[in-house]
């Protein structure tokens, strides 16, 4: 293994590689919203704005509409936005990864860029995104008093990440296993529709009976919805999750995603 | 392999060739810039062994692997489980006795009281349990055993020695659900001895009959504090009347009016009766002797006569001190009496009845199956664990080194 470096020599390259690893995701994702909004308008703020006006749309729909979806006691619009930042995120993220890679292969053929940054990026500019939407809805509407302050900061960023970190995880294995056959993408549209429960953005996990409770605490996007919600919400809104079973989760799923994205990403047909 | 030219006086023009794999990254194949030479500045390199380059393997797959393998099989102490279940049961409740609920069917059986099993299960789980535990069980004995490994027992050496401590170590060795569907309550108790945890799931249980008959004691008592005082409240209305009465009676200065009155129609009646029979005799005697002597005296007599009938009849009727105004407030005063002394008759029936009923509203305490004596230690799972161990270990290394090789990548 000569070329490899040992060492102190080692570290310093393996820190090198960490620099120019992030100069090069910064790149990308300045590279991605520039593609996506170029430069009209509010130019890159729509990254920010996009969720704003779908989460918004929403409160004010079921406010105007007296749909409380049970949230009754915990205020519709706050319910409403967390649940849809927590599922935008979701959604977008699994969708964006659709073929990401032969859509994206002409990057590659810089010599930093690789297939790994250009997921990391992509899902990075989502996660901060959203997570920026969020922030601005609620500080707006805490200051018109129609939802509460955030009562515990490291929930609910906690929440956050581990959505994000399960979300790409999942995504990992749906660009890999878009590029390995032909017709992922088209099940990836119901699927993502009729596991919509799974995601607890709906409902309180303490609204339901108790086996019901015991079956979707399975599910790791419901656990990181709901710490996230104990995160804003004030303690006497019961939320249930458990913080070491969504660990093992995200980390189960990404030592799955990863053997799958390196081999597909040397399987990658080019569009061109 | 190494090629030189053969006389020495010649510079030997090919470089030393070393074949070297090239280690493929999965996209465009890149080459050492260096062409080809290894790095003569690194301080360690090619070291002989078995751990040559393998740190990162060493560190998170072996190293847990190792320690885990030390701490399950060698280390960790047996943990017996004892399990008891039981279910808390009251009387389905009875009609009343005036059969205002006897349209709705009423079935004599037990039912499942659903509050007090939720009430029974937090007392289980909260420290006034322990504390029934610390003094009767002696519990803290029991969790720090010899047996008990150095990381699994009561004091231990990262925690601090008070009862808060003990009450999360209490929490994390008890637990009490209850079951979805039956509304039965389990109580698992763990502990290093097979006896303890038996001795613990008894003592929890004998601790929750105690709850139970004190709920039983505060029901009962409530409901007959407030029936004797509604007992209490109409005697003294009772007592009330009878005064007003008897203040009445004094005051007007007779017993009974009515039979005042009784008695003055029959005495006036019969006053009445004479008077005319007097009169009858004188128009007789003036009819047959008008100028008899007797005739002044009897006029005299008819004259005291009706003079005693108007008296009598003045002393019924009319005037302040009559008979007849004082029947008005008589009657009432005793149509008062009367309410009150059957207001204290039901309000008695019923504290009667609410006794009964108190008596039977009794919480039970079922215990359906009994604390057993585990002989086999349930935790830890040591093949389970070591084999999850082994596959999270694997999984941590997989990944440490996908993206150490993903970054270093970069620097190439």
Same mark, same amino acid.
């Given at each position: 293994m000569s070329g490899h470096k040992w060492g102190a020599a080692g570290a310093a390259n393996f820190f090198k590689g960490a620099r120019i690893q992030l100069r090069v995701i910064s790149t990308l994702m300045i590279r991605e919203v520039l593609s996506r909004y170029g430069h009209e308008n509010i130019g890159f703020f729509w990254i920010i704005g996009e969720p704003m006006l779908l989460t918004c749309g929403v409160m004010v729909l079921w406010s105007l509409t007296n749909q409380t979806h049970g949230a009754e006691e915990v205020g519709v619009i706050p319910f409403a936005l967390t649940g849809y930042s927590h599922i935008t995120m979701w959604r977008h993220i699994a969708f964006r990864f659709i073929r990401v890679?032969?859509?994206?292969?002409?990057?590659?053929?810089?010599?930093?860029?690789?297939?790994?940054?250009?997921?990391?990026?992509?899902?990075?500019?989502?996660?901060?995104?959203?997570?920026?939407?969020?922030?601005?809805?609620?500080?707006?509407?805490?200051?018109?008093?129609?939802?509460?302050?955030?009562?515990?900061?490291?929930?609910?960023?906690?929440?956050?990440?581990?959505?994000?970190?399960?979300?790409?995880?999942f995504a990992l294995c749906v660009a890999a296993l878009s590029e390995l056959s032909e017709s992922t993408h088209q099940f990836l549209g119901p699927a993502m529709y009729l596991t919509m429960p799974l995601t607890g953005a709906f409902f309180?996990?303490?609204?339901?009976?108790?086996?019901?409770?015991?079956?979707?605490?399975?599910?790791?996007?419901?656990?990181?919805?709901?710490?996230?919600?104990?995160?804003?919400?004030?303690?006497?809104?019961?939320?249930?999750?458990?913080?070491?079973?969504?660990v093992g989760s995200c980390f189960a799923l990404t030592v799955i995603a990863l053997p799958c994205v390196n081999y597909a990403q040397r399987h990658v047909q080019s569009p061109f | 392999m190494t090629e030189q030219e053969a006389k020495p006086e010649q510079q030997p023009l090919l470089q030393q060739i070393e074949l070297r794999p090239v280690r493929s990254q999965g996209d465009l194949?890149?080459?050492?810039?260096?062409?080809?030479?290894?790095?003569?500045?690194?301080?360690?390199?090619?070291?002989?062994?078995?751990?040559?380059?393998?740190?990162?393997?060493?560190?998170?797959?072996v190293m847990p692997v190792?320690?885990?393998?030390?701490?399950?099989?060698?280390?960790?102490?047996?943990?017996?489980?004892?399990?008891?279940?039981?279910?808390?049961?009251?009387?389905?409740?009875?009609?009343?006795?005036?059969g205002v609920f006897s349209s709705v069917a009423v079935s004599q059986g037990m039912m499942r009281a659903t509050e007090e099993t939720a009430a029974v299960n937090e007392y289980i789980l909260s420290r006034d349990a322990l504390d029934v535990l610390l003094s009767k069980a002696n519990i803290r004995e029991m969790f720090h055993r010899p047996e008990a490994d150095f990381i699994n027992r009561f004091p231990n050496f990262y925690t601090k020695d008070n009862k808060e401590m003990l009450f999360k170590y209490y929490r994390k060795m008890v637990h009490a659900w209850i079951d979805y569907d039956s509304s039965i309550s389990v109580v698992s108790v763990m502990a290093f001895r097979p006896e303890d945890a038996m001795a613990i799931a008894q003592r929890l249980l004998a601790a929750a009959e105690g709850l139970v008959n004190r709920l039983n004691q505060r029901a009962n008592e409530d409901a007959l504090a407030y029936a004797n005082a509604i007992v209490d409240q109409a005697k003294g209305k009772l007592l009330d009347a009878e005064?007003?009465?008897?203040?009445?009676?004094?005051?007007?200065?007779?017993?009974?009016?009515?039979?005042e009155t009784t008695a003055a129609m029959s005495s006036?009646?019969?006053?009445?009766?004479?008077?005319?029979?007097?009169?009858?005799?004188?128009?007789?005697?003036?009819?047959?002797? @008008?100028?008899? @002597?007797?005739?002044?005296?009897?006029?005299?007599?008819?004259?005291?006569?009706?003079?005693?009938?108007d008296r009598q009849r003045a002393r019924l009727v009319g005037g302040n001190i009559s008979i007849a105004s004082t029947l008005a407030g008589f009657e009432q005063l005793s149509l008062d009496r009367e309410m009150a002394s059957r207001a204290l008759a039901s309000a008695e029936a019923n504290r009667e009845r609410a006794r009964q009923d108190a008596e039977r509203q009794h919480l039970y305490l079922q215990?359906?199956?009994?604390?057993?004596?585990?002989?086999?230690?349930?935790? @830890?799972?040591?093949?389970?664990?070591?084999?999850?161990?082994?596959?999270?270990?694997?999984?941590?290394?997989?990944?440490?080194?996908?993206?150490?090789?993903?970054?270093?990548?970069?620097a190439l």
């Open positions: 890679m032969s859509h994206s292969s002409a990057l590659v053929y810089h010599q930093y860029v690789k297939f790994f940054d250009i997921l990391i990026s992509k899902a990075l500019l989502e996660v901060v995104a959203i997570f920026a939407a969020f922030l601005i809805a609620l500080t707006l509407l805490w200051l018109l008093d129609l939802a509460p302050g955030i009562h515990d900061p490291l929930l609910l960023v906690g929440g956050w990440v581990f959505t994000a970190w399960f979300s790409l995880a309180f996990v303490d609204w339901l009976p108790p086996r019901a409770q015991a079956v979707m605490l399975w599910s790791p996007l419901v656990n990181g919805v709901e710490m996230f919600r104990a995160g804003l919400f004030p303690p006497d809104i019961a939320t249930n999750f458990d913080v070491p079973y969504l | 194949l890149t080459l050492d810039k260096s062409g080809g030479y290894p790095d003569n500045s690194s301080i360690l390199r090619e070291q002989p062994g078995l751990f040559r380059g393998r740190g990162l393997f060493l560190a998170t797959f190792f320690l885990s393998a030390i701490y399950l099989f060698l280390i960790a102490s047996d943990i017996y489980v004892s399990e008891a279940r039981f279910i808390i049961r009251t009387p389905a409740a009875s009609p009343g006795a005036d005064k007003k009465l008897t203040d009445y009676r004094n005051k007007a200065g007779m017993i009974d009016p009515s039979s006036i009646t019969q006053l009445s009766t004479e008077l005319s029979r007097f009169e009858a005799n004188l128009r007789e005697r003036e009819a047959l002797a @008008p100028l008899s @002597p007797a005739l002044d005296s009897l006029r005299e007599k008819i004259r005291a006569q009706r003079d005693e009938v215990t359906v199956v009994e604390p057993h004596l585990p002989d086999q230690a349930t935790y @830890p799972r040591r093949f389970l664990y070591f084999t999850l161990c082994v596959f999270a270990a694997a999984g941590l290394f997989y990944a440490a080194k996908s993206i150490k090789e993903i970054i270093e990548d970069h």
